[in-house]
C-alpha cells in the first residue's frame, strides 16, 4: 500500500469562481461519504450504480473509503466541511495499464465544474502510478458525464454495448489537455474575482463614526464614490454610521452579501470570516493587520484565516492591504481608505506596498492617468 499522497491536497476554482479543497480519500470519510450519497438524487444515483440503490451499506463505506492509493484511488472534494463530490479509479486486473474511472456529484452542485476538476487531479495522479489510459461506462442519458469527457481535451474512444457507452482514453497530456485546462482556469479565475471586482452589494465589518480612524475612512470612500449597489455597516456598538443603518453581525443584514471588507483588529478576523461564510459572502477584502508581518503567532493567525476562508469557497484580499478599488462606472468601487481615487481609464495596477501604491495613485491622480 501506498503512502497517503499529501501532494495531491489541492484547492480548485470551479466553473462559477467557487473554492473548493480536494483530497484523497482515507477511511475516516465513511460518514461525510454517506452523507453525499444521501444528498444525491435517484437520477444521480441510478447514473452512478446503473440500478435504484436506496443506500450504501457498512461493507460498501468500508470498501469505498479505504484506499491503496495505487491499484485503488479516490479523491473527495470538501465545501464547508461537506463532501460534495468523489470521483475513483480501480485498475484492471487484467490490464494493469489502465483503469476504470467513476464520478458522483451531488445534486445541488452539479454543473460547476467538479467532475472536470477530479479527472485532471485523477489522471495526473493515475500518470504518477504508471497508468496509460482511463475507462468509463457511462448510459446514454448521462449527458453531463459524456460532455465532461467530450471537453477534456483527451482523445475519446466511444462504443456502445448493450445499451451503455464505453469510454477510453489515454491519461497523457497532450496539447489538446493542456488548452483545455488552461482554459477553463482562466475562465474560473475570472469568475471567482467578479464579486471582488463586481460585487452586487458590500458590507464593511469595522465601520466606524470614528472620524480618524480606518474604518470611517474606507466607509467614506466607499459613500462617496457612489457605489452601484448597498452597502451595509457592521458595527455592534452603533446603530448608523454616516446616517446610514449599522448591524451588529453581517448576518443581520438581510439581503445577500457579495463582498465584505474586514477592519477590525487581528483576534477578531476569524471569528468575522466566519460569520462571513455563514451569510454566503464570496469574497474578502481584509484591511486589518496583525499577521505574518508581526511574527509567527501572527503567520499562523493568516493560516487560519486563508484555510476558513478556502473552505468556505470565499476568495481573499490581503491580510494588512490598502483595500482595491474599480472605477468602473457600472460599479465604482472605492473600497480603500487613502483620500486619493483617480480617474477612470484602462491602467490596471497592483502593488505589494501600500506606501508605493497610494504614491502611484498619486501620480495617475496628477498625471490624469486613467485608472
Request: with cysteine; proline share 6%.
Amino acid at each position: 500500500m501506498a503512502e497517503y499522497p499529501v501532494e495531491f491536497e489541492v484547492d480548485a476554482v470551479l466553473r462559477d469562481g467557487g473554492v473548493v479543497h480536494i483530497r484523497p480519500i482515507t477511511p475516516d470519510d465513511k460518514e461525510l461519504l454517506h452523507e453525499l450519497f444521501e444528498s444525491m438524487g435517484p437520477r444521480s444515483r441510478y447514473f452512478r450504480f446503473f440500478q435504484d440503490k436506496e443506500d450504501l451499506s457498512p461493507r460498501e463505506l468500508e470498501y469505498f473509503t479505504n484506499v491503496d492509493y495505487d491499484n485503488r484511488m479516490a479523491f473527495v472534494v470538501l465545501l464547508d466541511d461537506k463532501m460534495i463530490g468523489v470521483g475513483r479509479y480501480d485498475r484492471e486486473e487484467d490490464d494493469p495499464a489502465h483503469a476504470e474511472v467513476a464520478f458522483a456529484v451531488v445534486d445541488a452542485h452539479q454543473n460547476r465544474g467538479i467532475g472536470t476538476q477530479l479527472l485532471q487531479l485523477m489522471t495526473a495522479y493515475a500518470r504518477t502510478m504508471g497508468l496509460e489510459g482511463f475507462k468509463a461506462l457511462v448510459l446514454p442519458d448521462n449527458v453531463q458525464m459524456i460532455r465532461m469527457f467530450r471537453h477534456s481535451g483527451y482523445e475519446i474512444e466511444r462504443t456502445m454495448e448493450e445499451g451503455v457507452y464505453s469510454v477510453a482514453f489515454p491519461v497523457a497530456q497532450s496539447e489538446g489537455t493542456r488548452a483545455a485546462e488552461e482554459e477553463r482556469e482562466k475562465r474560473a479565475i475570472a469568475a471567482s474575482l467578479n464579486p471582488i471586482f463586481y460585487p452586487r452589494s458590500i458590507a464593511v465589518v469595522g465601520a466606524s463614526r470614528k472620524e480618524d480612524s480606518i474604518g470611517a475612512r474606507l466607509f467614506h470612500n466607499l459613500l462617496s464614490g457612489r457605489f452601484s449597489g448597498p452597502i451595509y455597516p457592521v458595527n455592534p456598538a452603533a446603530t448608523y454610521v454616516h446616517s446610514v443603518r449599522a448591524y451588529k453581525s453581517v448576518l443581520d443584514i438581510p439581503d445577500p452579501v457579495d463582498l465584505a471588507f474586514l477592519v477590525v483588529p487581528a483576534p477578531l478576523v476569524i471569528p468575522a470570516v466566519k460569520e462571513c461564510a455563514g451569510k454566503g459572502v464570496r469574497g474578502l477584502v481584509v484591511i486589518s493587520a496583525g499577521f505574518s508581518e508581526v511574527g509567527p503567532e501572527g503567520a499562523a493567525l493568516e493560516r487560519e484565516l486563508v484555510e476558513t476562508a478556502r473552505s468556505a469557497g470565499m476568495r481573499v484580499v490581503g491580510p494588512n492591504c490598502m483595500g482595491l478599488l474599480n472605477t468602473d462606472p457600472r460599479v465604482a468601487v472605492n473600497g480603500q481608505f487613502s483620500p486619493v481615487f483617480p480617474p477612470a481609464g484602462n491602467v490596471a495596477m497592483a502593488s505589494q506596498s501600500g506606501a508605493l501604491g497610494i504614491a502611484i495613485l498619486d501620480y495617475a491622480v496628477r498625471n490624469s492617468i486613467g485608472i
